[in-house]
């Protein structure tokens, strides 16, 4: 039996033409809507959603080219854009009967979640972000030797065909490989559920890489043109961040301040997947949050 977030119920959303998102809801009361990251699926929130779901209505959809959700062919470099993925969101919050919701990504949905803050503001009552800085500062800071953690970026920006090939011809190392390599606790992703990672990721390839392909080149522009207005998130935002300490190499303070009017900046004592190696810790920092 596949792996479930206990007392969550599954459904499948239409969010857009052909478009239709696999999604977990649990619980009752304002809405949060949790985005998991690469390479996973909605269940990386299943410690942290059973806890929220006692007092809220939780949503962990999987994004669309991910998981058990559609994926649709990307046939003009806009449809894994983060502005697509955003509006997915908002539709499938409406469709669920919620105008406004609170938000959380980690990795690859924190992105989402950022431009859902941007491009939707009177949608999204707070944001919270884990483990990532927007697209176009992540770019930014990637340079020199330092840049070989993100050999990912590079590998998946360029032009459809060999990076598709090049990770279909061993699926289940280059996917395992950030399961390993980005976790300070194998033990937080155990068998059952790095076997349904995995699996997820296998039939995913090509739109995973299309994702990631969009934030080199649509994304950075969509970034851009908010940079250069001045475009900000208004809600309340929190950030997590893994503790790097001087291996950083910038101010990541500095650079969310840059884009949050109402900004809450937290290191945490685990590695990537925190939500999945360090639950309490999210807890409580969304709780927090929520209660802004």
């Keep these: 039996m596949a792996p479930e977030i206990t007392g ?3 459904r499948r959303v239409t969010v857009a033409d052909g478009v239709a998102l696999n999604v977990a809801v649990g619980g009752s009361g304002s809405p949060v809507v949790l985005l998991h990251g690469f390479p996973q699926t909605h269940l990386m929130w299943r410690h942290v959603a059973a806890d ?3 007092d809220h209505t939780v949503i962990c959809p999987d994004l669309r080219g991910y998981g058990d959700s559609d994926k649709p062919v990307d046939t003009d470099g806009l449809t894994y854009s983060k502005r697509t993925m955003a509006a997915d969101v908002v539709s499938l919050a409406r469709a669920l009967g919620h105008e406004r919701f609170a938000l959380a990504g980690h990795d690859r949905g924190a992105l989402v979640a950022v431009r859902a803050g941007l491009d939707h503001a009177d949608a999204v009552t ?3 972000v884990l483990d990532v800085l927007p697209t176009l500062d992540m770019w930014d800071v990637m340079h020199g030797v330092s840049a070989a953690v993100g050999f990912h970026l590079y590998l998946m920006a360029q032009r459809p065909g060999l990076p598709e090939a090049l990770i279909s011809g061993a699926p ?3 996917f395992g490989h950030f399961l390993d390599v980005w976790s300070t606790d194998p033990a937080a992703v155990p068998a059952e559920i790095r076997a349904a990672y995995l699996a997820a990721s296998r039939a995913a390839i090509p739109s995973i890489v299309a994702d990631y392909r969009a934030s080199a080149t649509i994304d950075v522009d969509h970034d851009e043109v908010d940079r250069e207005a001045g475009n900000r998130l208004r809600m309340p935002v929190t950030v ?3 503790d790097w300490g001087s ?3 910038y101010d990541a303070v500095t650079r969310w301040r840059a884009w949050a009017e109402d900004l809450t900046h937290q290191t945490v004592s685990c590695g990537h997947f925190m939500a999945e190696e360090g639950p309490a810790q999210v807890i409580g920092a969304l709780r927090d ?3 802004r």
Excluded: H
Aim: aromatic share 10%; hydrophobic share 60%.
């Design 52 to 54: 929220l779901a006692a």
């Design 247 to 249: 291996e950083l190499g």
């Design 172 to 174: 289940d190392a280059f």
């Design 8 to 10: 969550f119920t599954r």
């Design 289 to 291: 949050l929520l209660a």
């Design 126 to 128: 707070r944001l919270a």
């Design 240 to 242: 997590l961040q893994q």
